[in-house]
Structures are given as C-alpha cells and as structure tokens.
Nanobody
Framework: VQLQASGGGLVQAGDSLTLSCATS???????MGWFRQAPGKEREFVAA????????YYSNFAKDRFTISRDNAQNAAFLQMGSLKPDDTAVYYC????????????????????WGQGTLVTVSS
C-alpha cells in the first residue's frame, strides 16, 4: 500500500494551498493525517482525522489556519492550509494508521503504519 501525496508548491506568504493524499488501494483506515519536517528540524505533527467519526486533531500552529478533511469514497484526505507563513516551509508527509490501538500518542510519528513520499511546500516572504 502506498500513500500518494500531492499539492505542494511555491507560494507567497498569506496564500492558501491544499494538499491531497490517497491510498494506492483500499485499506481500512483508522486515522489519516499529516506531519511535516522543515530543514534542520524534527518531524512534527500537523493534523489528523479519525476516519469513522471524522474527529479532527490539530497542532497548535495549525488549528486556526489549517483544515483537514476526508473523502470516504476515495479513501483520501485533504489538508487545506491558509494564511501560510515562511515558517510553514517544510516537506509535508501524509500518514495513515490502520490499527484501532490507541495506546500510542496520535501526535507521534510511530503511531502511523504508512507514510507517503512527502510533498514540498515553500512559502516565500
């Protein structure tokens, strides 16, 4: 199973951008989301959505500017990013979790079974 992420690019500060992520084959998704990694920094949680209920989780920096959504029919997730800042420049990784085991933190990279190849978002000032 592969996660296919798309939508990254070069934008200006204040612009919006939407990232998309789809699975290469239909799998039982428990939760799907996004992490990002900026140059020289650790990978960090951005947002996730619990598939069945549609419950959304956001990092502090994302909760007022980003919106995560899903399309059950397409097995796809989307990250709408608004009011982008140069600090949002990073490689964004789509992730998916298939297990219902919630013993690990949803904010931890280790909680996710599948990772996409990453899509680069560059925000110029």
């Amino acid at each position: 199973v592969q996660l296919q992420a798309s939508g990254g690019g070069l934008v200006q500060a204040g612009d919006s951008l939407t990232l998309s992520c789809a699975t290469s084959q239909r799998i039982g998704v428990w939760r799907m989301g996004w992490f990002r990694q900026a140059p020289g920094k650790e990978r960090e949680f951005v947002a996730a959505i619990k598939w069945r209920e549609g419950i959304r989780y956001y990092s502090n920096f994302a909760k007022d500017r980003f919106t995560i959504s899903r399309d059950n029919a397409q097995n796809a997730a989307f990250l709408q990013m608004g009011s982008l800042k140069p600090d949002d420049t990073a490689v964004y990784y789509c992730v998916a979790k298939t297990s219902s085991d919630e013993s690990m933190s949803k904010y931890s990279p280790g909680d996710y079974d599948y990772w996409g190849q990453g899509t680069l978002v560059t925000v110029s000032s």
